[in-house]
Structures are given as structure tokens and as C-alpha cells.
């Protein structure tokens, strides 16, 4: 089955070591994004690319970095993760030109933990 | 920035109940809702996309209507089972075009046996 999956499910991290959460697709889909979701909030978008075109958005801390190599991955860098970083990472994707009513495609996400 | 409330924040009934619970939004420059739930463990998943008022859509024991003009949509599930136990997010374009939603912070919904 075409899919998003995330790698690790789990990962835990000391204060200020960097660590980088994966992301890959076997949709095509051309569109990938990166949310962050703390404990009973709402998934909170960081940033998305349209093919190899990043997009940031404009409250996202430069402690978060993205690359996207090819279409299938997608690569969320922490440079240096603090408490506050502590969150579950979801990656999802969407094809382009379906605008507003785009369904987007999401993995099981990423769950970080800062000690 | 747009304020997307959902409400109630968490919810638990009786396997065989009715529940409804709500997503409220701007009514003004309003594109399209987005319904996704997400097991725990498990990724989300669409559940309905709405565009016009008056919008009823249906899957199985769930449905959605959508009220642009006041600002809300409601998601009702018939005779929960435990399998519906999920957290319900909405989610709202900011603009016709963009590719960007942004989230409530869902209903957790919890159905006991």
C-alpha cells in the first residue's frame, strides 16, 4: 500500500544534541510538510516544500531545518532540541493544484523526547 | 492567523451512544473544512472535506454538516462502537489556494465497552 512512513516512532534525545527525524512516501506526492504537535494542542505546521521549493513559516524557531533530497524524503533537522522541542512530529503530503480541499496524507509521526 | 476551536476537548460515552461534538472557524473568507481522525498510534486520516454550506456528508455511522455562515461544523457519530475511539481534528485552508491548514486542537473521543 502507497504511504507515509516515519522513522523512528520513538526518539528521545539529550538537551541540545542534534537529532534528525525521517520521512519518506511511496505516494509521489509532490507536496511534503512537517507539523509539530505538543501535548493536547493542534498540530502545528513548520514548514512544506513543493518539490524541492521550501517553505517556512514565519513563527518556525531557525532551530528547525528541513531537507528534502528527492520526492520520497523528507528530513526534519533539531539543531539543538530543548524541553520546549518535546513533541509528537507528524509528516504528511498532498499532491499539488488540489488547493484548499487537498486531502493530505499523513504518517503515524515521530514522537521526541528531551532529557 | 486563523482561530480554528474544536470543542468538547474530550468526550467519553457508552458503546451504542450517539455523539456529536464541533469545530468552530471564521465565517468570513472561509474556503473548505477539513475532517481527519487519528487513532492513537496510528496515522490520521481523512475523513471529509466540506466547501459549501449546507454541506452533509456521510461514511458509515459518521456524518458532518457545515454551517459557513455562523461558523461551525458538527460531526456526529451514530451508535459508537470502541473502534471509534479516536481524536477528531478539523483543519482549514487559509486561503483558496494554499496548500497550508491549520489544526484544531481536536475532541478525543473515548468509547467504552
Not at chain 1, 500500500?1 to 516512532?9: C, F, K, L, S, T
Not at chain 2, 475532517?35 to 452533509?56: C, H, I, Q
Not at chain 2, 456528508?57 to 458532518?64: C, D, E, N, P, V
Amino acid at each position: 500500500d502507497a504511504m507515509v512512513i516515519q522513522n523512528p516512532r520513538y526518539q528521545v534525545t539529550q538537551f541540545g544534541k542534534p537529532v534528525t527525524l525521517s520521512c519518506s512516501q511511496t505516494l509521489n506526492h509532490n507536496v511534503m510538510y512537517w507539523y509539530q504537535q505538543k501535548s493536547s494542542q493542534a498540530p502545528k505546521l513548520l514548514f512544506h516544500y513543493y518539490d524541492k521549493d521550501f517553505n517556512n513559516e514565519a513563527d518556525t524557531p531557525d532551530n528547525f531545518q528541513s531537507r528534502r533530497p528527492n520526492t520520497s524524503f523528507c528530513f526534519l533537522d533539531i539543531r539543538s532540541p530543548g524541553l520546549g522541542d518535546a513533541a509528537m512530529y507528524l509528516c504528511a503530503t498532498s499532491t499539488p493544484g488540489t488547493g484548499a480541499v487537498g486531502e493530505q496524507f499523513f504518517g503515524p509521526g515521530t514522537r521526541l523526547t528531551v532529557l | 492567523i486563523l482561530n480554528v476551536e474544536q470543542s468538547p476537548q474530550s468526550l467519553h460515552v457508552q458503546e451504542g451512544d450517539s455523539t456529536n461534538f464541533t469545530c468552530s472557524f471564521p465565517s468570513s473568507n472561509f474556503y473548505a473544512l477539513h475532517w481527519y481522525r487519528w487513532e492513537t498510534a496510528k496515522s490520521p486520516e481523512a475523513l471529509f472535506v466540506m466547501t459549501l454550506n449546507g454541506d452533509e456528508k456521510k461514511k458509515g455511522r459518521i456524518s458532518a454538516t457545515l454551517n459557513t455562515k455562523e461558523g461551525y461544523s458538527y460531526l456526529y457519530i451514530k451508535g459508537s462502537q470502541p473502534e471509534d475511539s479516536a481524536t477528531y481534528l478539523c483543519a482549514l485552508p487559509l486561503s483558496g489556494s494554499a496548500r497550508q491548514l491549520t489544526f484544531g486542537s481536536g475532541t478525543q473521543l473515548t468509547v467504552l465497552p
